[in-house]
């Protein structure tokens, strides 16, 4: 069961990724920027990708270390 979750997780989060990057595409052709301070949209939403990547490196390195959740440490608590 595990397993399957991480192919789940891993999968999801490169689907968001994927479809991040035609997000800010979209915003680089329109070139669209912030009314006040005129700080382009792509910008902004350019962390996006980043922190997908970000969450694909950090479940890596959890599932590598075996770091447990909290829910699972509180459930084998209680037994």
Known sequence: MEILIGIVVFVVLAYLFYQSIGFIQIFVKSGRATSM?????WLIYGIAPVSFVDMIIS???SVKTGVKSEAKEAASSNE
Do not use: N, R
């Open 59 to 61: 479940y890596v390195w």
């Open 37 to 41: 301070l005129k700080i382009p949209y």
